[in-house]
C-alpha cells in the first residue's frame, strides 16, 4: 500500500485488503504514512486517517464537519436516508447537535443506566436459559443479536410483535444483498412507516418509556428562545438512531468479545474466577476488536492540514478507529490481547463532543452479558473450526455473520457423573 502524499489524490489505494483482513492492511497504512486517498464501497472517494494522534485530533476538530451540506460537489456518494430518518445526531454539528443531544442525555446517564441492570440480566438469563439444554448455538442469533434488541425496544417502548421485522429491517441496511437492490430502499421505506405509526400510536396513548418523553420535548411549549424543541424529523431520526444504533454496535461488541475470549482460552478463565475485572475486560475488548472501524465520515468546511497532507473543504474524511486503537506508538505491542494495558484513551467510542451518546449502556450491556454468559457456560468452546467463522464484509461495521458454540450440558454432566 502507498502513501497519499506521494502518490497523489488521483492513485487510490485498493480497500479490499481492509476487508479480507483490516488489522494487517492498517498495520501496513500506518507504517506508509498517516493519510491515504481510499474510493469506498459505494464508488465515492475518501481520505483514510490510520494514526492515533491524528485520528484522535481529528474526531475533536470543528473544522470537520458532520453536515453533508459541507460536502463538495462528487465527493460524497453515501446512501442518503429520508429526511425523517436522516436528521440526527451523526449529521448534525453545534448549534442543533447541543440542542438534540442535551435533550436526550439524560436516559444515557451512568447512574440512568445503572437501574437498568438488574433487566438486562434478566433477558440474558431468559436467552440463556433457552439455550441451556441444547448443547450448541450460534451465539450471534441466539445470544448477542435478541439481548440488545430487547433492551433498545424495551428503553422506546416498542411492542414485542414489532421486534422481529426491525431485525429484517435492520440487517438489510446493515449487510444489503447484492442479489436485491431493491431490498435496501424497502426495509428504510418500511422502517420510516413504522417509525411515523409508533409516534403516532404514542402520542395518543404515552407510556414510561424514553420515546413517549421524547416526544412530550417535541409537542411541549418550547423555551422561549426554541431552544429546546425537537422538530418532528428529528424526533424520529432520533428514535431510529437509538434503536439501530443501539442495536448493531452492541451485538458486534459481545460477539467479538466473545470470540476474543475463545482465542484466549487463559484470559476466559481468568474472567470466569474473577467476574468483578469484567468491566475493565470490555475496555480491552472494545480496543482490541471493537465494533465500529471508523468514524462517521466528516467534511472539511475549509482546507486543513492532517498528519502533513492537505485535504480540500468538502471532500470525505474516514477517521479510523480501529487503525487508531492498534497504533503501536500509543498502545504498545497492539494485536496482543492484554487486560493490563492502560486503556486511557482508547476511541473506541469516539471522542470530543460526538463520544457515542449510548456508551454507558453498550458498556453495561456487555459486562452484564458476559458476566452471564461465562457464569452459565464454564465449559464455552468453539463448535466450528476457526477458519470458517466470517466477518461481514464491510468498512462501516465490524462483527461477525454467526458464531457456533458449544458446551457440555446439564443432563451430560449428570451422565458422565
Not at 390 to 411: D, K, Q
Given at each position: 500500500m502507498q502513501n497519499t502524499a506521494e502518490t497523489g489524490p488521483d492513485a487510490p489505494i485498493d480497500v479490499t485488503p481492509l476487508l479480507d483482513d483490516p488489522y494487517a492492511a492498517y498495520a501496513a497504512l500506518r507504517e506508509a504514512g498517516p493519510v491515504h486517498r481510499i474510493t469506498g464501497a459505494d464508488g465515492s472517494p475518501a481520505w483514510l486517517v490510520t494514526r492515533y494522534d491524528d485520528v484522535r485530533s481529528a474526531l475533536a476538530d470543528p473544522r470537520l464537519s458532520l453536515d453533508r451540506r459541507h460536502a463538495g460537489p462528487g465527493g460524497y456518494r453515501g446512501f442518503a436516508l429520508p429526511p425523517a430518518l436522516d436528521a440526527n445526531l451523526l449529521n448534525m454539528d453545534p448549534p442543533d447537535h447541543t440542542r438534540v443531544r442535551r435533550l436526550v442525555v439524560k436516559a444515557f446517564t451512568p447512574g440512568r443506566v445503572e437501574t437498568l441492570r438488574a433487566p438486562v440480566r434478566r433477558v440474558a438469563?431468559?436467552?440463556?436459559?433457552?439455550?441451556?439444554?441444547?448443547?450448541?448455538?450460534?451465539?450471534?442469533?441466539d445470544y448477542a443479536g435478541p439481548l440488545p434488541i430487547t433492551v433498545i425496544c424495551d428503553l422506546l417502548g416498542i411492542p414485542q410483535h414489532d421486534r422481529r421485522d426491525f431485525l429484517a429491517w435492520s440487517d438489510a441496511l446493515i449487510t444489503p444483498d447484492p442479489s436485491r437492490p431493491e431490498g435496501m430502499k424497502q426495509a428504510i421505506g418500511a422502517m420510516l412507516e413504522f417509525y411515523t405509526g409508533l409516534i403516532a400510536a404514542k402520542r395518543a396513548e404515552p407510556g414510561d418509556d424514553l420515546l413517549s418523553d421524547l416526544i412530550a420535548v417535541r409537542d411541549d411549549a418550547p423555551a422561549a428562545d426554541g431552544s429546546d424543541r425537537l422538530t418532528e424529523d428529528e424526533l424520529t431520526s432520533l428514535a431510529f438512531l437509538i434503536l439501530f444504533a443501539g442495536y448493531e454496535n452492541t451485538v458486534h461488541l459481545i460477539g467479538n468479545a466473545v470470540l476474543a475470549l475463545l482465542d484466549h482460552p487463559d484470559i476466559l478463565r481468568q474472567l470466569q474466577q474473577n467476574p468483578a475485572e469484567l468491566p475493565a475486560a470490555v475496555e480491552e475488548f472494545l480496543r482490541y476488536d471493537g465494533p465500529g472501524p471508523l468514524a462517521i465520515r466528516r467534511f472539511p468546511t475549509q482546507d486543513v492540514e492532517i498528519g502533513g497532507?492537505?485535504?480540500p473543504a468538502g471532500e470525505s474524511v474516514l477517521l479510523s478507529i480501529a487503525s487508531a486503537n492498534r497504533d503501536p506508538a500509543r498502545f504498545p505491542a497492539p494485536d496482543a490481547l492484554d487486560r493490563g494495558r492502560d486503556l486511557s484513551g482508547h476511541l473506541a467510542m469516539g471522542h470530543g463532543i460526538h463520544y457515542c451518546l449510548g456508551a454507558p449502556l453498550a458498556r453495561m450491556e456487555a459486562v452484564t452479558a458476559l458476566e452471564a454468559l461465562l457464569g452459565r457456560f464454564p465449559e464455552l468452546r468453539l463448535d466450528v473450526p476457526r477458519g470458517e467463522l466470517?466477518?461481514?464484509?464491510?468498512?462501516?461495521?465490524?462483527?461477525?455473520?454467526?458464531?457456533?458454540?458449544?458446551?457440555?450440558?446439564?443432563?451430560e454432566q449428570v451422565f458422565e457423573a
Open positions: 438469563e431468559e436467552l440463556l436459559d433457552a439455550m441451556a439444554e441444547r448443547g450448541r448455538a450460534d451465539l450471534i442469533a497532507v492537505r485535504i466470517r466477518h461481514r464484509r464491510t468498512l462501516r461495521s465490524r462483527g461477525l455473520i454467526s458464531l457456533p458454540v458449544a458446551w457440555e450440558t446439564a443432563s
